[in-house]
């Protein structure tokens, strides 16, 4: 999935990437994960607003190791 590489996604984007599910679920679940600290949620005062989410660091120890690159000892 997206969301998982170090590069910012904007709602919509996550939205194509996600079949079978609604708007009003995912951003439910997007602004839970961000509450809990897994991924972070930027807004931006744009016309029309625009959102990123992007993964904290708490959210890369939560993925597989081969989503986050290589690990530094």
Do not use: W
């Not at 910012?8 to 194509?16: A, H, I, S």
């Amino acid at each position: 999935m997206k969301i998982s590489g170090n590069e910012p996604v904007r709602f919509n984007e996550l939205y194509r990437d996600i079949p079978f599910v609604s708007e009003k679920v995912l951003s439910q679940v997007l602004r839970q994960l961000a509450v809990d600290g897994i991924i972070r949620r930027e807004l931006f005062p744009d016309v029309p607003p625009r959102t990123e989410y992007s993964v904290t660091d708490l959210g890369r120890t939560l993925l597989p190791s081969h989503q986050t690159g290589p690990r530094q000892l």
